[in-house]
């Protein structure tokens, strides 16, 4: 099985950076996505990253280190459409599931 | 333009009444899946499917069915449902297994009474 655990709620201020974790214990390892979903909304995706390292898109950014099986999200120069969940996810290996989620970081950008 | 759409997005039922949410998409997919998503406990996928006529079980399939005739369509049917399946639902579908993004639906928001 697959156990992901990231932080319920985080806090910043806008124009700030903040930095969202996330840890999991999985059977298999295929891949991490980052997903961002506001409110009421389908989630969309943000990256993804196989291999460990950085993988930089704008001023988002997702880390990886399949040893410590973890990972994290940077958010940079903070918006105030930056406020919503982010889900974190792992593809496993060995089953069609494909994708199991954590329960997501709830972020909010302050003024 | 390429997307998921589902139908309908908001349902309040009763108790018992057979309902079926639809998921239909444009992109050729041959991966689709049902998730569910209740406060506190994240995404939790219902059933998946790699191709037409082929699904299988996610982590929550107790109470729901779902059938792929068609690589474009993927219904999911409530038999009898209960008020614990009250909850926001998502369809998704993706390219490939390994290392594609998966496309959401907008969500149905069923209530059952």
């Known amino acids: 099985g697959q156990n992901i655990d990231q932080p319920t709620e985080m806090t910043a201020t806008e124009g700030a950076i903040v930095q969202i974790n996330c840890t999991y214990q999985?059977?298999?390892?295929?891949?991490l996505f980052w997903y961002q979903q506001h409110a009421g909304e389908a989630p969309t995706f943000l990256s993804y990253?196989?291999?460990?390292g950085l993988e930089e898109k704008g001023r988002f950014s997702s880390f990886l280190s399949r040893s410590k099986g973890y990972s994290y999200l940077l958010l940079k120069e903070l918006q105030m459409k930056d406020s919503a969940s982010y889900l974190c996810?792992?593809?496993?290996?060995?089953?069609?599931?494909?994708?199991?989620f954590g329960s997501g970081t709830q972020l909010t950008v302050l003024p | 333009e390429a997307q998921v759409t589902q139908n309908p997005r908001y349902l309040i039922t009763v108790t018992g009444k057979k309902l079926t949410v639809t998921c239909s998409q444009n992109?050729?997919?041959?991966?689709m899946s049902w998730y569910r998503q209740d406060p506190g406990l994240g995404l939790r996928q219902i059933y998946y499917?790699?191709?037409?006529?082929?699904?299988d079980k996610g982590d929550v399939p107790e109470g729901y069915k779902v059938s792929r005739k068609e690589k474009r369509n993927f219904p999911l049917i409530l038999e009898s449902p209960s008020p614990n399946q009250t909850s926001l639902y998502f369809c998704?579908?993706?390219?490939?297994?390994?290392?594609?993004?998966?496309?959401f639906g907008p969500g149905t928001r069923l209530t059952v009474l």
């Open positions: 990253n196989v291999l460990d």
């Open positions: 998704a579908s993706s390219l490939r297994r390994v290392g594609y993004e998966q496309f």
């Open positions: 499917s790699m191709n037409v006529e082929v699904t």
């Open positions: 996810a792992v593809k496993g290996t060995g089953s069609a599931r494909q994708l199991t």
């Open positions: 999985t059977s298999g390892f295929n891949g």
């Open positions: 992109m050729n997919h041959e991966y």
